[in-house]
């Protein structure tokens, strides 16, 4: 079995879980897990990260902007990519709100978008597809 992220043999004595909808060598798992950790242990976003990887993006995931770390960025169009629980009261006019706000990121010009978790649970591959196509019209800039 070959890792997806980067394409080493995976061990015998390590058994991917397929955690992310891919397979990963142990390294690998690892530093997803580093990092999810860092972004509130939503494996979703890991699944997302390698769903946008799959159609050909290239995200990074967990990215450090030198104050904080965001979740998944599309660095080559300037795209950053936010995520937050619908579960948590107020959540959705927080977003909303932040949304609203941080649209564009003048200082760093960086365009936001805040995207809640629940899609990435229920809709994953349509909405990677979503950012696929906002990154295909970016790119006519
Ligand atoms: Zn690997």
């Known amino acids: 079995m070959i890792c997806f992220e980067c394409g080493n043999k995976i061990s ?43 159609l050909g993006l290239d995200p990074f995931i967990g990215w450090w902007n030198g ?8 660095g080559r169009y300037r ?13 959705h006019s927080l977003a909303l709100k932040r949304q609203q706000i941080e649209s564009y990121d003048h200082q760093r010009q960086f365009i936001c978008l805040h995207i809640p978790l629940a899609l990435l649970e229920d809709h994953l591959t349509h909405t990677a597809l979503l950012i696929h196509n906002i990154h295909e019209g970016l790119r006519a800039y």
């Open 67 to 74: 104050e904080r770390h965001v979740p998944i960025a599309i």
């Open 12 to 54: 015998d004595d390590f058994r991917s879980n397929g955690t992310f909808g891919v397979f990963l060598c142990e390294t690998h798992q690892n530093i997803m897990d580093v990092v999810l950790k860092k972004l509130g242990g939503h494996s979703d976003i890991g699944r997302f990260y390698f769903a946008l990887k799959k």
């Open 79 to 91: 795209l950053n990519l936010e995520f937050y629980d619908t579960n948590l009261p107020h959540d």
